[in-house]
């Protein structure tokens, strides 16, 4: 069993406000969630407006279709025009 989880570090530049963020936030998550096989929650800078923490589980028995897999929601996070990516870390146990 492969089990791959991966951080993301957003800033959510138009962000004037916690609700702004989290709109922002819900939008990806939701997103993400019903378009991938993966669990995903927001993790950390709970209370900062502009930054946000995600961090997001795939659970599989191939090393290289977790690792794809992640990879992919990388790309798809750098897609999106209301956040940028800051940085981000994929950790295969």
């Not at 669990?39 to 930054?51: F, K, N, T």
């Amino acid at each position: 069993m492969i089990i791959g989880v991966l951080q993301l570090e957003l800033s959510v530049t138009d962000a004037m406000s916690l609700k702004d963020k989290r709109r922002v936030v819900k939008s990806i998550k939701d997103r993400i969630a019903h378009a991938h096989n993966v669990s995903i929650a927001e993790v950390g800078a709970l209370d900062q407006h502009r930054v946000a923490i995600l961090g997001v589980a795939m659970v599989a028995n191939d090393k290289k279709y977790v690792e794809g897999g992640l990879s992919k929601l990388v790309d798809f996070v750098r897609k999106v025009p209301q956040v940028d990516l800051i940085d981000y870390q994929i950790d295969l146990l």
